[in-house]
Nanobody
Framework: VQLQASGGGLVEAGGSLRLSCAAS????????MGWYRQAPGKQRELVAA???????NYADSVKGRFTISRDNAKNTVYLQMNSLKPEDTAVYYC???????????????????WGQGTLVTVSS
């Protein structure tokens, strides 16, 4: 089971970016999928999360600007980021708290699975 993030880049303040994170493997289901970020010199923080049923949770700093969504058929989570600010500059990581997948011995689960990170840079 792997998570592959994409979509980062350089954008001017006020601009938009869309991040994607696709899970691969013989996946049965994924519980909560989320996006975290880590700015230089700071701790990693939760940006947004979405449950398997679509319930969402956002950091106060991104409410009204970012939208998280997921496509369960594609095992993919998205983060639409609008009205970007320089303080949004960070490496963004996707996460799945529990991934159930098939093995030749039956279903198994992995917990706290992370993608490789994608850099978002917002210039002022």
């Amino acid at each position: 089971v792997q998570l592959q993030a994409s979509g980062g880049g350089l954008v001017e303040a006020g601009g938009s970016l869309r991040l994607s994170c696709a899970a691969s493997g013989s996946i049965v289901s994924i519980n909560v999928m989320g996006w975290y970020r880590q700015a230089p010199g700071k701790q990693r923080e939760l940006v947004a999360a979405v449950g398997s049923g679509g319930s969402t949770n956002y950091a106060d700093s991104v409410k009204g600007r970012f939208t998280i969504s997921r496509d369960n058929a594609k095992n993919t989570v998205y983060l639409q980021m609008n009205s970007l600010k320089p303080e949004d500059t960070a490496v963004y990581y996707c996460n799945a708290d529990r991934v159930t997948y098939y093995t030749n011995r039956g279903p198994n689960a992995r917990y706290d699975v992370w993608g490789q990170g994608t850099l978002v840079t917002v210039s002022s």
